[in-house]
Structures are given as C-alpha cells and as structure tokens.
C-alpha cells in the first residue's frame, strides 16, 4: 500500500532554517505530483507548494521566495527546504500525492517557529 513518512520537523527561532523530507512507498513516485500541506491550530489544511512529475511547481503566496520544493525520484522522497521562517509557519506539515488509486497522506511532522 502507499505510506508517505514526513520527518525532519522540530522547534526553530524566527529566520532559521529546516528540511522536511518524505519517503514514499507502494507508489510510482517519478509519475505523480506530490505535495506539501500544513495546518495551523484552528486553521484548515492549506497547500504549501506542489511539484508535478515534470517539475513544475506551485507554491503559496505566503512561502513564495522563502520555502523551495524539489524530488528525488531515484529515492522516492519529496523536500520542501525551509528557510526565513515565521512564527506564522507553526503548523504540523503533511506529504500528500494523489496517486491513481486515491489520495494519501503521511502521518505528519510539527514545525514550531518561536520569535
């Protein structure tokens, strides 16, 4: 089946710095777009950047110039590098494809950015 595994979160200061990769499995990795989500206490699960088997890539207003996502097909894993970052990037930060079979997510990892 397909697991998505996020690690890399922890507890930063304002304008440092974190990696967050996924590992995937149970997937044609190099054939889907994957995704990085996050939620914020009290807030809904938002897109933080995408990138599609051809590198193409999305991000949100917020992380723009900021956050960068990039694959490694040959290892199955997504990254979203993460630098400047806010108090306002605190959220717990999900993996996500939406594979041919259905749409998954990892279990997660906290981000918490104090100022």
């Known amino acids: 089946q397909v697991q998505l595994v996020e690690s890399g979160g922890g507890s930063v200061q304002a304008w440092g710095s974190l990696r967050l990769p996924c590992s995937t499995s149970g997937l044609i990795f190099s054939r889907n777009v994957m995704g990085w989500y996050r939620q914020a206490p009290g807030k809904q699960r938002e897109l933080v950047a995408d990138?599609?088997?051809?590198?193409?890539?999305n991000y949100a207003d917020s992380v723009k110039g900021r956050f960068t996502i990039s694959r490694d097909n040959a290892k199955n894993t997504v990254y979203v590098q993460m630098d400047s970052l806010k108090a306002e990037d605190t959220a717990v930060y999900y993996c996500n494809v939406a594979a041919r079979t259905g749409v998954f997510w990892g279990q997660g990892t906290q981000v918490i950015v104090s100022s």
């Open positions: 990138i599609s088997r051809g590198g193409q890539i």
